[in-house]
């Protein structure tokens, strides 16, 4: 049983627009929501992360929308560089243990 | 600088063989894991440790063993158990307990089969 279902798998977008990634979860037990960036031949690497009494969090570029009652949670990247070019994980945790989804890459074209 | 080593960072496996990946931290953290990562799929959960001398299975602990002798250190074993070995490995650590906090990975270990 996924736990953590995210989409779209691909993503292009041109340089400056904006990707977003989605992510929906089933089990009301998770209390932390990471999103993770990995490049080939690397481990992921924390980008921004968010717990269910926060609507919203912004870092930069990056920003995470959350909807505890639609358990569903996205992120945005804001004007994409080519640099962004990457796969993306969301994740669901409880008690640090953590459910992945399935992974979004992105390509963004110059 | 803090962080997590793996090695070694290919490794390549007989028919009836089994091989050792290494993972070491020196972040201070209690929780240790081992994920296995195949084209297209999440991160799938084999082992994890939250304390010395104690682990348990993940999603996918069949035809893998590991060992928690150190708090700096969880070896995964792949045994010949394990039919479909070739994959791409990675160990994670953090803090324990019902912290909210992040995973912090290694650069991974790609096992083949010879």
């Known amino acids: 049983q996924q736990q953590v279902k995210q989409s779209p798998q691909s993503l292009i977008v041109q340089k400056g627009g904006i990707s977003i990634i989605n992510c929906a979860y089933e089990n009301t037990a998770f209390d932390y929501f990471p999103w993770y960036q990995q490049f080939p031949g690397k481990g992921p690497a924390l980008l921004i992360a968010i717990r269910p009494d926060v609507s919203e969090k912004k870092e930069g570029r990056f920003t995470i929308s959350f909807n505890k009652s639609a358990k569903q949670f996205s992120l945005h990247i804001m004007d994409s560089q080519p640099g962004d070019s990457a796969t993306y994980f969301c994740a669901a945790s409880n008690a640090g243990k953590s459910t992945f989804g399935d992974g979004t890459t992105l390509t963004v074209k110059p | 600088d803090g962080g997590i080593t793996q090695s070694p960072k290919y490794l390549f496996r007989k028919e009836g063989q089994n091989v050792t990946l290494s993972c070491e931290q020196n972040?201070?953290?209690?929780?240790m894991y081992w994920y296995r990562q195949d084209p297209g799929q999440g991160l799938r959960l084999i082992y994890y440790?939250?304390?010395?001398?104690?682990?348990q299975k993940g999603d996918i602990a069949e035809g893998y063993s590991v060992s928690r002798e150190k708090k700096e250190s969880f070896p995964l074993t792949v045994t010949s158990a394990q039919k479909n070995p070739t994959a791409f490995y990675l160990c994670a650590s953090s803090y324990s307990g019902n912290r909210r906090q992040p995973q912090h990975f290694g650069d991974g270990t790609r096992l083949s089969i010879l």
């Open positions: 972040l201070n953290h209690d929780a």
């Open positions: 440790s939250q304390i010395v001398n104690d682990f």
